[in-house]
């Protein structure tokens, strides 16, 4: 599969292209997920005149096979449980609140590390554009806009350069409206639709973030 974005910067502002409708208005806040996902977002933030902000969400992974999902937790304590995976693995609910107790502390420390004092945005009433680089099963942007339905958003927009049709399925029923640019019938990795996909760190993220508050 030929790679559809250069770079993740790219990716953002033709994404912000899709997003025009939200351009200019007061009540929009963009929120990028950790770490590729704020490269993506403050592009969109930039190009639509709207605050930038995180939304961390950590996966709680199955014992001895971390990558495989039982759940996932996001800032505010909003937790997914993929029902599937428990039955399929046969984690008990004990062991899953365990793990995700650990993971919302780790939620809370990429929070502080990324955000410093400052305190997160209010979604009270405003619209939400929650922005990845790529949404492989769409399991993290499930739980993150439960996240921003909990804070208060009054519509959540989910966006993304990339997506499988299965996450947008997913997330069909929890967002108002699902953009994506590219939506191949089979996405083996979000990694192949850019030329480059070098990972993002921390001091890119709080530097991006820094920017945008000033």
Same mark, same amino acid.
């Given at each position: 599969?030929?790679?559809?974005?250069?770079?993740?910067?790219?990716?953002?502002?033709?994404?912000?292209?899709a997003?025009?409708s939200?351009?200019?208005r007061?009540?929009?806040?963009?929120?990028?997920l950790?770490?590729?996902?704020?490269?993506?977002?403050?592009?969109?933030?930039?190009?639509?005149?709207?605050?930038?902000?995180?939304?961390?969400?950590?996966?709680?992974?199955v014992?001895?096979?971390?990558?495989?999902?039982?759940?996932?937790?996001?800032?505010? /304590?909003? +937790?997914? @449980?993929?029902? &599937?995976?428990?039955? !399929? =693995? *046969?984690?008990?609910?004990?062991?899953?609140?365990?793990? %995700?107790?650990?993971?919302?502390?780790?939620?809370?420390?990429?929070?502080?590390?990324?955000?410093?004092?400052?305190?997160?945005?209010?979604?009270? /009433?405003? +619209?939400? @554009?929650?922005v &990845?680089?790529?949404? !492989? =099963? *769409?399991?993290?942007?499930?739980?993150?806009?439960?996240? %921003?339905?909990?804070?208060?958003?009054?519509?959540?927009?989910?966006a993304?350069?990339?997506?499988?049709?299965?996450?947008?399925?997913?997330?069909? /029923?929890?967002?108002?409206?699902?953009?994506?640019?590219?939506?191949?019938?089979?996405?083996?990795?979000?990694?192949?639709?850019?030329?480059?996909?070098?990972?993002?760190?921390?001091?890119?993220?709080?530097?991006?973030?820094?920017?945008?508050?000033?």
């Amino acid at each position: 599969m030929a790679a559809t974005f250069r770079d993740r910067v790219d990716a953002g502002v033709r994404l912000a292209a899709a997003l025009a409708s939200f351009a200019d208005r007061s009540d929009v806040v963009v929120l990028g997920l950790p770490r590729g996902g704020v490269v993506v977002a403050a592009e969109v933030a930039k190009e639509l005149g709207a605050p930038l902000d995180v939304l961390v969400v950590r996966k709680v992974g199955v014992p001895g096979h971390e990558e495989l999902a039982a759940g996932a937790v996001a800032s505010g /304590g909003a +937790t997914v @449980v993929n029902e &599937d995976v428990l039955v !399929a =693995t *046969g984690l008990g609910r004990a062991e899953l609140e365990r793990r %995700a107790e650990d993971r919302r502390r780790a939620v809370v420390d990429m929070e502080r590390r990324l955000r410093g004092d400052r305190e997160p945005l209010d979604l009270s /009433g405003r +619209t939400a @554009v929650l922005v &990845d680089d790529g949404l !492989a =099963t *769409g399991a993290t942007m499930r739980v993150a806009a439960v996240a %921003a339905r909990r804070a208060g958003a009054a519509a959540v927009i989910v966006a993304a350069p990339v997506a499988s049709p299965e996450a947008v399925r997913l997330l069909d /029923g929890l967002a108002d409206d699902v953009v994506c640019l590219s939506v191949p019938a089979h996405l083996r990795a979000v990694g192949l639709s850019y030329r480059d996909f070098s990972p993002v760190g921390e001091d890119e993220v709080r530097r991006l973030l820094q920017s945008a508050r000033e």
